[in-house]
C-alpha cells in the first residue's frame, strides 16, 4: 500500500492551540515551545500533528488573528530545524465542534452554505500561508464528524474544500477522514481521491472500554471501571454493552474473534482494501489509551497497533504528547 511518507511515526500537539485548558498568549507561548519538538525529535518520531482551533486564527466575526498563525510559523520553524514534518490539523470551525461536552446541532454545518463559505475562507488563509510549504507540511480538513448519517454532506463539503485549497496549493497533502468520529469503518464512506495528494484518515481508540477506561467525557462511565488487555472479546462485548453502540461498535464486528494483532488487521480490513484500491496512503491521525489504565496492559495495546500499522504502512499520530488524559511525555512506552 503506497505510504505517507514523512508521516510514518508521529505525535499529536493537542492541548495547546486547540482544546486549550485557557485562552491566553501566556497558555500559547509556554504549553509547546522549541524543547518540546526536539525532545519529539529525540524520541524518533517524524511529525507532529496540530490541531488548531478556529477562535485561534480567526475572531467569531471571521477576521484573521496574525498572532494565533505566528504559533504554527513558531511549529514549522522548530520542525525545520530538528527535522520534522507537520500536519496542520483543523479541529474545530465556527460553528461545528465534535466535543461531547459542547452542546450544539452538529448536522447544520453540513447543510448551511454560510458556515461552510466561512470554513473554506479559513482554508484559503492557511493554504495561503503555508501552501507553498508542501514538502514539509499537510493539511486535514476536519477533526472528526459525530454523525453518521451526514456522510453524503460531508463528501460534498470535503471535495468543495480541497478545490478552494488547489487553487492555492496544488501540490499539498490534504488529509480527510469519515464520518462517526472518523471511525476506520467509515473509509469505505468517502469519494474517490480528489487527486493522487489525497490522504484518507482514521482514529482508533479500539476497544473503546479498555482505551476510555474512567473517561469523565464517556457517558454512564464509572470513575472506578476497570478492564485490562487482552482479554477476552467476549468481556469486551458485555461490558460495551453499558454504553451506547454506537460509541462501542467495534468490538461487535462480525470479522472479529479475539483480541490482539488480529483484532486490528480485522478492524482495518475495509479501510485498507479501499485505499489500495484507489492507491491512497492510509493515515490514523489518533491512537491511543488513557493514562489511568494499566501500564503494562497499554504498551501491550501499543505493541498490537503499531505492529498492524507497521504491516501495512499505514502513518500514525499518538494521542498525546502531554496532558489530555493520554500524555505520552512522562510514559516508559518505548518511544
Known amino acids: 500500500m503506497r505510504q505517507f511518507e514523512?508521516?510514518?511515526?508521529?505525535?499529536n500537539l493537542g492541548g495547546w492551540?486547540?482544546?486549550f485548558s485557557e485562552y491566553s498568549e501566556e497558555h500559547f507561548n509556554t504549553y509547546i515551545q522549541e524543547a518540546d519538538i526536539k525532545k519529539i525529535s529525540e524520541m524518533g518520531f517524524d511529525h507532529v500533528r496540530v490541531p488548531v482551533d478556529y477562535n485561534v486564527l480567526?475572531?467569531?466575526e471571521g477576521l484573521v488573528i496574525e498572532s494565533g498563525y505566528q504559533y504554527l510559523f513558531n511549529c514549522l520553524t522548530w520542525c525545520k530545524k530538528y527535522g520534522l514534518h507537520m500536519l496542520i490539523d483543523v479541529h474545530e470551525v465556527y460553528g461545528y465542534s465534535f466535543d461531547p461536552l459542547k452542546d450544539m446541532d452538529r448536522e447544520k454545518f453540513f447543510y448551511d452554505e454560510a458556515l461552510q463559505a466561512r470554513?473554506?475562507?479559513l482554508w484559503e488563509n492557511i493554504a495561503n500561508r503555508f501552501g507553498h510549504e508542501s514538502e514539509a507540511v499537510a493539511f486535514e480538513l476536519l477533526n472528526e464528524?459525530?454523525?453518521k448519517e451526514v456522510y453524503e454532506a460531508w463528501?460534498?463539503?470535503a471535495q468543495r474544500a480541497i478545490q478552494h485549497i488547489r487553487a492555492i496549493a496544488p501540490d499539498s497533502y490534504i488529509v480527510y477522514g469519515g464520518v462517526n468520529y472518523n471511525n476506520v469503518t467509515s473509509v469505505a464512506l468517502l469519494d474517490a481521491p480528489y487527486d493522487d495528494k489525497i490522504v484518507y484518515n482514521f482514529h482508533c481508540y479500539d476497544p473503546l472500554i479498555f482505551t476510555h477506561q474512567k473517561a469523565y467525557w464517556v457517558a454512564g462511565m464509572p470513575a472506578d471501571f476497570e478492564i485490562s488487555y487482552p482479554a477476552p472479546l467476549e468481556l469486551y462485548r458485555k461490558e460495551?454493552?453499558?454504553f451506547p453502540k454506537e460509541m462501542m461498535g467495534a468490538v461487535y464486528n462480525e470479522r472479529l474473534i479475539s483480541i490482539g494483532p488480529q483484532f486490528f488487521e480485522a478492524l482495518f480490513k475495509e479501510a485498507i482494501e479501499v485505499a489500495e484500491k484507489y492507491n491512497v496512503p492510509l493515515y490514523c491521525g489518533e491512537y491511543g489509551v488513557i493514562e489511568t489504565a494499566p501500564k503494562?496492559?497499554?504498551k501491550r495495546w501499543l505493541a498490537d497497533i503499531h505492529s498492524v500499522f507497521d504491516k501495512y504502512g499505514i502513518g500514525r499520530a499518538i494521542w498525546n504528547y502531554k496532558g489530555k488524559d493520554f500524555g505520552i511525555v512522562d510514559s516508559d512506552y518505548g518511544f
Do not use: A, H
Not at 514523512?6 to 505525535?11: A, C, D, I, M, N
Open 6 to 11: 514523512g508521516f510514518l511515526k508521529g505525535v
Open 17 to 19: 492551540i486547540s482544546q
Open 58 to 60: 480567526e475572531t467569531e
Open 119 to 121: 470554513f473554506f475562507r
Open 145 to 147: 464528524v459525530v454523525l
Open 155 to 157: 463528501n460534498k463539503v
Open 240 to 242: 460495551s454493552e453499558k
Open 296 to 298: 503494562e496492559d497499554t
